[in-house]
Nanobody, 111 residues
Framework: QVQLVESGGGLVQPGGSLRLSCVAS???????TMWWYRQTPENAREWVA????????NYVDSVKGRFTISRDGARNTVYLQMNDLKPGDTAVYYC?????WGQGTQVTVSS
């Protein structure tokens, strides 16, 4: 059974940074395509970043150049480094693999 546990969210000022973590069990993050999504009360859940085998990555246009997805096989963890955060990045961020989702971590960008 796959379990995903996110952490690292919080309150940050515009221009600040956060690093989200997603600890996985029941799968190897190194052999799996892993996604980060985000959701606000007003909008549908949208994908933010993904990392595939061979470390191919992709990002939604709104975060390109600011967010970086990576993974650590020894810790079986996927990360989302978020820099130059904007109020529009405020959302609950979720880790995903196929049909498995974590519980989410809240990111709030506000002065």
């Amino acid at each position: 059974q796959v379990q995903l546990v996110e952490s690292g969210g919080g309150l940050v000022q515009p221009g600040g940074s956060l690093r989200l973590s997603c600890v996985a069990s029941g799968l190897s993050v190194m052999n799996s395509t892993m996604w980060w999504y985000r959701q606000t009360p007003e909008n549908a859940r949208e994908w933010v970043a993904l990392i595939m085998t061979a470390d191919v990555t992709n990002y939604v246009d709104s975060v390109k150049g600011r967010f970086t997805i990576s993974r650590d096989g020894a810790r079986n963890t996927v990360y989302l480094q978020m820099n130059d955060l904007k109020p529009g990045d405020t959302a609950v961020y979720y880790c995903n693999h196929q049909h498995s989702w974590g519980q989410g971590t809240q990111v709030t960008v506000s002065s």
